[in-house]
């Protein structure tokens, strides 16, 4: 099915998601005890201030070279702990820059879910036919997609669990409304003699 007659879904699934994401972090403020307050703030910040660190993320204990793990200290280090991973943006998060790349993000996966749901189910298929490819593909992107970061840069289970729940209602709401909206089969004309 070409994609440009799913253009009714992907606009729908696009602000539905946007949305739920809306509703989700900012009116049911679930996500709040997702990231720790740092009581010792004030000294990590001037820490960070000091060190002239620049904008990236940072692993702890870590080497510039992968052969320095040889030196005793530094294994000693890494054995010791603790370890972690911290995060140093360039500025001031922007709320519009951000909600602008989130919005994006929804378009992006809304189209490649109607593009999949489009090679798997053609115009007239059931509710249930649709909802199932759709949710899927949802699924796999909304759930699974950021589950390798958080487990080899330490995200916490809370956030774990907490970011699933959203996949889990943006999955299921793209499910339904590409179900709602999939074009109906074409009629063919019959000519009579």
């Given amino acids: ?25 900012a009116a049911l403020q679930y996500h709040r005890a997702d990231v720790a307050y740092c009581p010792q703030q004030d000294e ?22 992968h052969a ?7 294994m000693a280090m890494y054995n010791k702990g603790p370890w972690g991973v911290i995060d140093i943006w360039a500025g001031k998060p922007s709320m519009g820059r951000n909600m602008a790349l989130t919005l994006g993000y929804f378009v992006l996966v809304s189209v490649l ?3 999949l749901t489009g090679l798997a189910r053609p115009a007239g298929s059931s509710f249930m036919e649709v ?34 729940i959203d996949g889990v209602i943006y999955a299921l709401a793209t499910g ?8 109906a089969a074409e009629v063919a004309s019959v000519a009579t003699p």
């Fill in 131 to 164: 909802f199932q490819v759709a949710t899927t593909a949802a699924f796999l992107a909304h759930v699974l997609g950021g589950i390798p970061e958080g487990i080899w840069f330490g995200k916490r289970t809370r956030f774990f669990l907490t970011d699933a």
């Fill in 68 to 74: 320095e793990f040889k030196n005793p200290d530094k």
């Fill in 113 to 115: 879910v109607a593009y």
């Fill in 1 to 25: 099915m070409p994609i440009l007659e799913l253009w009714v879904p992907i606009a729908a699934v696009t602000a539905a998601t946007f949305f739920l994401s809306f509703l989700m972090w």
């Fill in 176 to 183: 339904v409304v590409f179900a709602l909206l999939w074009p």
């Fill in 44 to 65: 990590v910040i001037d820490l960070v201030n000091s060190s002239g660190i620049k904008p990236g993320r940072y692993m702890f204990p870590n080497c510039a070279d």
